[in-house]
């Protein structure tokens, strides 16, 4: 069996749960098994799952699941992972599936691999699975031979795909342990697509100069419909909010764009980017390191260029006809 926790926000499904359902859809074919969707919490609409692969859905219909607490998620996955045989626990890279990653491997003496981008294979019995590392300069092959697996799915490296109609939903009749965490208040980024799971991402670094410049940033990713994202000095400097930070200690994110206007390109920021599908930077130093990882570049300096890049946008859009 493979079990993909569908993860939710206000009630509604992130774009990472239909990708990790895809996901696991396609990891049961290659298992000759099937695959089921877990849903905790208020959400609507859990039968949707069914089309991106899901043949049953389990949903625990419990408010005080609403927000995470890795303890009691950790045990209900546990126990109904307990009820199925020898279980693929498929999680998304997100800051959830980060917390349950590790509890659960330990919990169900499950090997895991966090990160991984693209499907697993099965060789002469071994379910093999591959994910980057070393800031993505290097491909690493995991071998996982224990019953229980765990993997978690990075954001936007797996396109969902429609293959089935809706799906019955049941309630798995597992019990709901007691939170031993308060949660007093939830603070959300609104009104933008959350970095790990925006397709279009307009980050900006020191090369700004300060604050008060990025009036600009947020111009050109608000024409594109883009999330704004930051270098760590900038975000240490309280340029910029902490949950703008990509990097090895920031967010790692994989969007279509990402356009990095006066960023250098150290190790330590590519290896949250380095996975975008396409890199443009803007730099007035033309030995700038982030060059060698972009695959367009433009020398010159932010303040003329970024104006521009937005005026052209906006002509573009109007020509197209909004
Ligand atoms: C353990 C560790 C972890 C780290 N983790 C992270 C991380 O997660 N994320 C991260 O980002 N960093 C991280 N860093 C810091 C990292 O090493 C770099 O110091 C940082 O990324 C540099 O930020 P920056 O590119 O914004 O600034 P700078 O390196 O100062 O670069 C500014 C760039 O702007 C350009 N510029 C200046 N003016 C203009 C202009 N007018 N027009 C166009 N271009 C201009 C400059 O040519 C330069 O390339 C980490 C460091 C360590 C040691």
């Keep these: 069996m493979v079990l993909v926790l569908a993860e939710t926000t206000k009630g509604k499904f992130k774009k990472a749960a239909f990708e990790a359902v895809s996901y696991g859809y396609q990891t049961a074919q290659l298992l000759g098994t099937e695959c089921a969707a877990l849903v905790l919490g208020t959400a609507s609409g859990a039968e949707e799952l069914g089309k991106y692969g899901a043949a049953k859905v389990y949903h625990v219909q419990d408010a005080s699941l609403d927000n995470l607490d890795s303890q009691v998620y950790t045990a209900i996955i546990s126990e109904l992972v307990g009820k199925l045989e020898g279980t693929v626990v498929i999680l998304s890279h997100s800051s959830t599936g980060k917390s349950l990653l590790g509890r659960l491997a330990v919990r169900l003496n499950a090997g895991s691999v966090a990160g991984v981008n693209s499907l697993p294979s099965v060789e002469a019995g071994v379910f093999k699975v591959r994910k980057p590392v070393f800031s993505g300069k290097a491909i690493s092959e995991f071998e996982l031979r224990s019953p229980n697996k765990v993997l978690s799915l990075m954001g936007n490296s797996?396109?969902?795909?429609?293959?089935?109609?809706?799906?019955?939903?049941?309630?798995?009749?597992?019990?709901?342990?007691?939170?031993?965490?308060?949660?007093?208040?939830?603070?959300?980024?609104?009104?933008?697509?959350?970095?790990?799971?925006?397709?279009?991402?307009?980050?900006?670094?020191?090369?700004?100069?300060?604050?008060?410049n990025w009036g600009i940033v947020e111009e050109l990713a608000q024409v594109m419909g883009a999330t704004t994202a930051c270098s760590r000095p900038v975000a240490d400097a309280d340029w910029r909010p902490h949950h703008e930070h990509v990097g090895q200690t920031g967010i790692a994110i994989r969007p279509n764009l990402y356009i990095a206007i006066g960023i250098s390109g150290a190790i330590q920021h590519l290896a949250g980017v380095n996975n975008s599908k396409t890199i443009v930077v803007i730099n007035k130093d033309p030995e700038a390191p982030f060059f060698k990882a972009a695959d367009y570049g433009v020398v010159g300096d932010l303040f003329e260029v970024v104006p521009k890049l937005t005026a052209a946008y906006k002509k573009f859009k109007a020509e197209q006809g909004g």
């Design 158 to 212: 797996y396109q969902p795909k429609i293959v089935g109609a809706p799906a019955t939903v049941e309630n798995p009749n597992v019990s709901v342990p007691a939170r031993r965490i308060k949660v007093k208040e939830v603070k959300r980024v609104e009104g933008i697509t959350p970095l790990p799971e925006a397709e279009l991402v307009v980050s900006a670094g020191r090369g700004m100069k300060g604050p008060e």
